[in-house]
Structure formats: structure tokens, C-alpha cells
């Protein structure tokens, strides 16, 4: 009996693409690693929208964090696309008051090099502390050079700086708040990952691994973890992680827009892999921009303009880490 081979058609060559790009963008970073991102694969396009699913109601009740990540990963989608030969266009659409799609049109184009393409599988959170070592000025000027989205702005903050020394106090002020409450905890707790069977069992969340602590049981690793998170043991692990770095980066957005925040997301991403590209390490310090009180602080006080404050990171040099888990490909699709 003659053998039957199947027919490739273009909708079905397009589709292997598509799910290529998909595996490019759920590399991009999200809260607790909760990858709350779902995508649909339709004729000449790319859609992601929002996995409520893995929201995080405490620390990110209005999902400013979760349509950020969005963001980041639109961006990742964006670039491989054009390595894959295929030109990218990106439209926001409201679909009620609370979800928000993403919608990448494909258009068939030659192939283009994107100097930030190998980034998207290098680039990782780095929360080991670091070198000492400072980013040079002419390093710094590249990365303030690099194009951002509208409505979108950040501020580089070198150490030994007065801002540098003030935004290193509210985040203090920030564990402060978040370590004193119960619910924050128990919703950070939900996320982490004790050890590696634990990781491998969900692919998402803080592993332990990617926090450079060892593995603990899972039957008594929640006690023991939660007992850590106090306001002062956690002050003093940030205050060492920020001496060792270089620079505070301070995000921010003009309009506090939910598309103001999804380009806020590509302009991250961006950053991002930039200064993976330049070889600098980064790790996030968000704790100010979640509390509402030290957001409008900083607004006030160290920024002195309208702009809202949305991310902190802290860059600098360090060796690698261990690479945080993702989903299957096919786990984060929707028909």
C-alpha cells in the first residue's frame, strides 16, 4: 500500500509560525511569574488577552502589573516577528471595563535582524545580589537613548545619588506596609515554589531556584518560608541587593491609562532586553509603586511632575541565575 503523506497547507505552515512567535513571547517577565497571558491564533493574526485566572487581587487589584506584562510579551511577539519575516502591527482594543486585548496583525515582509532578538532568550530577573560595579556613562547613554512608547518615561538613578538614597527609603517604606499584611503574604506565599517538583508540577510562580534559596519539603516549607517575611529580614536582604547594584530606574506613565500601560509594557520589554544585550543584569523593586500612599509620594516629592510611578528596577552585574519555568505553548492557547 502506496504511503499517504499529508498536505501542508498555508494555513496550517502559517500556524507553526504563529505558535513559534508564542513560544518567543511567554518568555517576557510577569508578576510572581504568573504568566496571566492567553493568545489566539487567527487568519494573519496574533491575539493576547488577559488570564484573570492568574491575576494577583492584593498586590495588583486594578491589573496594572497584569496588562504590563501583556505588554511585554506583545513587544517579544513583535520582534520575532520580524526575524520570521513578517511585519507587525499592533492595535489596542477595550473589550469591557475590565479586559483589554492585544491584537498583532501579520503581514508577509523579507526577514529583518533585530539587534534585540537574542535577548528574548537570554534575558532573565536576577535577584542574586550583585558585583559592586558600575554601568559606565557611556553604557548609560545607550540605554537612555533607546526609543519608548507614548506616554512613557523613565528615570536612571545612579547609587550614592540623594534620589538614589531616597527611592532605596521608600522601598523600605514599601516592605514595611506589605510585610506587616497578612493577605499580601498569603497571596505571595500562593506563588512560590518550595522545590523543584514543586516548579516542575505548575511551571509558573517563584521558584526557589530563581530566588538562590535551596528546596524545602512542601509539607513544612510554607511555615517555614512565611516566618522570613517580616519587615525587617526583608529590609535588610533588599538593602545589601540594592548596595550591590548600580542604578534605580524609575518607570513611569503620563495618562495611568490601561493602554498607557500596555505600552509601558513594550517599552520595558524593550529596556529589558537592552541591557541584557549590554550584558547588565536586573531585577524588579516594585514595592513603592504598590502601595498607593508611597506612589503618590514619589509623584510628589521625587518626581515633582503629573506622572505616575509604576516600576522600580534595579540594575547591575552579576553571574546568571537559574531560569524561571514557563508553560507549554499550547497550555496559554484559546480557540
Request: hydrophobic content about 35%; overall charge neutral.
Amino acid at each position: 500500500m502506496a504511503t499517504i503523506i499529508p498536505v501542508t497547507t498555508d494555513a496550517q505552515a502559517q500556524n507553526t509560525v504563529f505558535k513559534e512567535l508564542i513560544s518567543y513571547a511567554i518568555k517576557a517577565p510577569s508578576g510572581h511569574n504568573t504568566q496571566p497571558w492567553l493568545f489566539r491564533i487567527q487568519p494573519n493574526e496574533i491575539e493576547i488577552l488577559p488570564d484573570f485566572g492568574q491575576s494577583l487581587p492584593i498586590v495588583d487589584p486594578m491589573n496594572r502589573e497584569l496588562y504590563i506584562s501583556l505588554g511585554c510579551a506583545a513587544e517579544n511577539l513583535c520582534i520575532a516577528a520580524q526575524e520570521k519575516g513578517y511585519l507587525p502591527q499592533l492595535s489596542v482594543e477595550k473589550k469591557d471595563e475590565k479586559t483589554y486585548s492585544i491584537h498583532i496583525a501579520l503581514q508577509s515582509a523579507s526577514p529583518q535582524s533585530h539587534p534585540l532578538f537574542a535577548s528574548i532568550s537570554k534575558r532573565q530577573t536576577n535577584r542574586s545580589v550583585y558585583t559592586c560595579r558600575k554601568i559606565s556613562r557611556d553604557t548609560v547613554s545607550i540605554i537612555k537613548n533607546m526609543p519608548v512608547e507614548s506616554g512613557v518615561r523613565f528615570y536612571m538613578y545612579i547609587k550614592g545619588e540623594d534620589d538614589y538614597k531616597r527611592l532605596t527609603n521608600y522601598i523600605c517604606l514599601g516592605n514595611d506596609v506589605q510585610m506587616s499584611d497578612g493577605a499580601f503574604k498569603k497571596e505571595l506565599l500562593d506563588w512560590i515554589r518550595f522545590n523543584s517538583k514543586h516548579a516542575e508540577k505548575t511551571n509558573n510562580g517563584l521558584t526557589n531556584a530563581a530566588m538562590g534559596v535551596p528546596g524545602v519539603p512542601s509539607l513544612i516549607a510554607r511555615p517555614i518560608v512565611n516566618s522570613f517575611l517580616k519587615p525587617k529580614t526583608q529590609n535588610k536582604s533588599d538593602l545589601k541587593k540594592i548596595e550591590s547594584s548600580s542604578h534605580l530606574v524609575l518607570f513611569t506613565v503620563k495618562e495611568n491609562t490601561v493602554e498607557e500601560w500596555i505600552s509601558l509594557g513594550r517599552t520595558l520589554e524593550r529596556f529589558l532586553l537592552e541591557t541584557t544585550r549590554l550584558g547588565i543584569c536586573n531585577a524588579y523593586m516594585n514595592q513603592p509603586c504598590e502601595v498607593p500612599e508611597l506612589t503618590e509620594t514619589i509623584r510628589e516629592k521625587l518626581l515633582q511632575t503629573n506622572e505616575h510611578p509604576m516600576l522600580i528596577v534595579r540594575l547591575g552585574y552579576a553571574s546568571p541565575m537559574p531560569y524561571s519555568p514557563r508553560k507549554e505553548v499550547e497550555d496559554v492557547l484559546i480557540p
